[in-house]
């Protein structure tokens, strides 16, 4: 609930604001992240259509990591997703053992569900990674059902 000391001193922006043609329409949430809403910007019109089968056959072994500092001798998947009016788009980030990010994105021409979008977006990090024969890879997502899915519980 908005406090009415608050929704005076937004009344006299609006105000002052609208001398200078300026509309100022204020936000009750923001949603995703910075990183997803701007791989999301930047991805392709032309993509190609992801499975919606989870490329589990391809994975060996699967388990948790122990928190090390010392060990960074994996490399790390960072996925999320971003959604507008406009569309879906996923993002994935892989870090390199030595720090070099190599990011992807793809824009999704069909509605879907909030966590059908994450796992397109685990798949696609998770296929990019086989690709390029990666053997250790940590994986981080905002959606809990997709890690939890992953290591199977």
């Known amino acids: ?88 788009g996923i993002g994935v980030v892989l870090v390199s053992l030595n720090g070099d990010y190599h990011p992807f994105t793809s824009k999704l021409d069909f509605d879907c569900t909030n966590n059908m979008v994450e796992y397109k977006a685990c798949i696609m990090g998770i296929r990019a990674a086989i690709e390029r024969k990666i053997k250790t890879l940590e994986v981080y997502g905002d959606s809990a059902l997709v890690i939890y899915q992953l290591r199977g519980e």
């Open 1 to 88: 609930m908005e406090s009415t000391a608050l929704t005076g001193i937004m009344a006299r922006w609006k105000i002052l604001l609208s001398e200078f043609d300026i509309v100022y329409v204020s936000q009750k949430a923001i949603k995703g992240s910075a990183i997803a809403d701007f791989l999301a910007s930047r991805a392709l019109e032309y993509y190609e259509p992801l499975d919606f089968d989870f490329p589990n056959e391809d994975l060996m072994y699967v388990e948790n990591a122990e928190e090390d500092p010392q060990e960074n001798h994996s490399w790390r998947l960072k996925f999320d997703r971003a959604s507008n009016a406009l569309g879906n």
